[in-house]
């Protein structure tokens, strides 16, 4: 391989340089690569019969129109990456990658339904899913879609589902231990990245999931299962023996939807998910916040918001009203699933909710660490918005102000955010029971680590509130 | 097993599925049999073997608390 020649600028204009997306590269039947900031999917030889098979059936037309599956365009042949190219397309473009360690509950059961279904309409035309995992979908205006045109295969009759075991890993699991155990266990998904080992789930489980059918099927006696068929040869040649009817196989997947569908999780009773009822403000600064929020995002250019330390999305959907699309961070697991929820009811597609620790952003993770991305590195804002973030990181967490200030700088060349002081009763709590060891917490020392990166824009404080509202602008 | 696999199945995996189908064939056929016996009620679309056992789980519960 020959090292990247160093660009020169005095050089005319070449074709642009292609980069194969890191994260593609377990299936050889293809992968994505990007060029021109836009991503291509290439098809190699060794799947034509089957590609060819696929792009503009009866299946792969309803799928699209049913939303299940990302749209392309066809592209040039010519774009193609190394030997072995068959096709190359041009997927519809996703505006924000996010993972399913980032996902709410209900954003992760619903792109599971999702994968069910496609998996459904698929076996019904005679065709199966040759992957079921939860990389392999993406939400796109606030609705999960999957993204890997090259997931169908035809089905040969007899044939037991080869994502199986994919789909329990990656959905299911996790699931059932978010809504049976603790929604926390949602976390789980970023250090077992390729799903929830099934006999680790059956452990963490509680007995009484036994009595549920497809809990105890796809679950306990799965992962007992593959416990006595761990591979050694004899086993793997029997089970390429195995055999099941397709009706009984659509079956079997109906089942495991409805024991998706069956598991639920109120949110109710975390951190935060009733917080923006008891919040210290009156209704007059609520209302001075809302209109100060909505003229600063206005004043910013670009259309992405990133909202950090969204609760159920109040402003979110303020910056949405005024024009960006946003996606809503928040650390509560409960905050976001409430907020995603509203914004299903109400068909809004132009937020996004992402469950995520401001303190402790989705690191790089997989191969080399560059498999899946780090949120950094994801981050292309044109304007965060941290309202009643910054004395939680700067107290709770000991966040020192120019490090906090920082971050936002790394994140976005805009920020709107909201300086708490410490009269204020929200802070108080938050010292109550501590020693107060933050002399720098004042608002003299917020314009001070803001001047080390920003200038302030705009200053103003909230109607009847202690409380002050910046729009910084990076320097 | 299809050509173009990549992921590893399992071979527990892939043994499992037509143990479970079968049950599950059962219990719908049952399932459709004493429903067809009880007049006036009409088999929910969503409803498989899982709201059946699932609420027998719950009523197992019911049971053990008393209820």
Redesign the interface.
């Known amino acids: 391989m020959t090292p990247p020649r160093a660009a020169d600028p005095a050089a005319p204009a070449v074709v642009p340089e292609a980069t194969r997306d890191p994260g593609s590269f ?4 293809g992968f994505v690569f990007w060029r021109d900031g836009r991503p291509y999917r290439q098809i190699q030889s ?2 034509a019969t ?1 590609w060819d098979a696929f792009a503009g059936s009866p299946l792969e037309r309803r799928l699209i129109e049913r939303g299940r599956l990302l749209p392309y365009e066809p592209a040039p042949l010519e774009l193609a990456q190394g030997a072995g190219a068959h096709a190359v397309i041009a997927p519809e473009r996703i505006d924000f990658v996010s993972y399913p360690y980032e996902w709410t509950f209900g954003e992760l059961k619903d792109a599971a339904l999702l994968t069910l279904d496609a998996e459904l309409d698929a076996l019904a035309d005679g065709w199966t899913l ?2 079921a995992s939860a990389f392999n979908v993406q939400f796109r205006d606030g609705r999960p879609v999957l993204i890997d045109s090259l997931s169908f ?1 035809p089905h ?1 009759e007899g ?8 789909f ?1 890993e990656h959905f299911l699991a996790p699931l059932a231990l978010m809504a049976r155990v603790d929604v926390r266990f949602g976390n789980l998904l970023r250090t077992e990245i390729d799903g929830i080992p099934l006999d680790l789930a059956a452990r963490l489980l509680p007995s ?1 999931t036994r ?4 809990l ?3 679950v306990h ?2 992962a ?8 050694n040869e004899d ?2 040649v ?3 023996g ?3 009817a397709r009706s ?2 659509i ?2 997947i ?2 495991l ?3 998706v ?2 598991l639920d999780w109120t949110p109710a009773g975390t951190e935060w998910s009733d917080y923006a009822d008891h919040t210290s403000y009156g209704d007059a600064a609520t209302a001075s916040k809302a209109r100060l929020v909505e003229a600063f995002v206005r004043e910013v250019a670009g259309s992405r918001a990133w909202d950090l330390g969204a609760n159920t999305g109040r402003y979110s959907r303020i910056a949405a009203d005024a024009g960006k699309r946003v996606l809503a961070f928040d650390i509560d697991p409960a905050a976001a699933e409430q907020h995603y929820r509203a914004l299903k009811g109400a068909g809004r597609t132009d937020i996004l909710p992402l469950v995520q620790d401001v303190a402790n952003p989705s690191p790089g993770l997989g191969w080399a660490g560059r498999e899946r991305r780090s949120l950094l590195e994801r981050a292309d804002p044109d304007v965060i918005l941290a309202l009643a973030l910054v004395h939680h990181l700067a107290i709770s967490r000991n966040v020192p102000l120019p490090m906090l200030l920082g971050l936002f700088a790394d994140l976005a060349p805009w920020a709107v955010v909201e300086f708490v002081p410490r009269e204020d009763p929200m802070v108080r709590r938050l010292l109550a029971a501590r020693r107060d060891v933050f002399d720098d917490y004042t608002i003299d020392g917020f314009r001070a680590a803001a001047a080390g990166r920003f200038e302030i824009a705009r200053e103003e404080p909230i109607a009847e509130s202690p409380r002050t509202l910046f729009l910084l602008r990076r320097r | ?2 050509e ?22 059962v ?2 056929f049952f399932r459709g049999q004493i429903a067809r016996l009880i007049p006036g009620r009409r088999q929910d679309e ?9 609420s ?2 719950s009523s ?2 019911d049971a053990a608390k008393g209820g």
């Open positions: 377990r299936d050889p039947s060794r799947f089957e040759r992957d295969e040969e044939v037991p589902w080869v994502a199986y075991r994919q329990c009484r009595l549920n059918f497809g105890l099927s796809h006696l799965h007992r299962s593959q416990r006595r068929h761990a591979a086993e793997g029997a089970a390429r195995a055999r099941i009984r196989l079956g079997l109906g089942n939807r409805s024991t569908k069956g | 097993m299809p173009l696999a990549y992921i590893d199945p399992g071979s527990g995996s892939l043994i499992i599925q037509g143990a479970i189908a079968s049950i599950v064939a219990v719908v969503e409803s498989t073997t899982t709201s059946t056992s699932s027998t789980a197992v519960d």
